[in-house]
């Protein structure tokens, strides 16, 4: 059975960082891409980042430069270093693995999520 988790998620000031943890175990394949994701209460879920098996990163508009994804998907382990946080970045963080066909949408594997609260 797969099994996503994450950790790091935590309460910060303005400015501040934080970095997210993520691992996926349960099974022997490696993962076409691993992405993070984030859901603020009232709106949808947004893809905000991913790494390929190849190492390629891709970020949203709205995380570029400021979050940055580290990690081997080969050994199905990622993180999602997070810096000068905005109140606006307050949400429930999600990693995900094994998208069939484009890495920002479609994942078949996610874990239960992490919260981050940006206070100002």
């Known amino acids: 059975q797969v099994h996503v988790q994450e950790s790091g998620g935590g309460s910060v000031q303005t400015g501040g960082s934080l970095t997210l943890s993520c691992v996926a175990s349960?099974?022997?394949?490696?993962?076409?891409?691993m992405g993070w994701f984030r859901q603020a209460p009232g709106k949808e879920r947004e893809w905000i980042a991913y790494k390929t098996q190849t190492g390629t990163t891709h970020y949203s508009k709205s995380v570029q430069g400021r979050f940055t994804v580290t990690g081997d998907v080969s050994t199905k382990t990622m993180y999602l270093q997070m810096t000068n946080l905005k109140p606006e970045n307050s949400a429930m963080y999600y990693c995900a693995t094994e998208a069939p066909y484009y890495c920002t949408v479609n994942y078949k594997y996610w874990g239960q999520g992490t919260q981050v609260t940006v206070s100002s």
């Open positions: 349960g099974y022997t394949t490696t993962p076409n891409c």
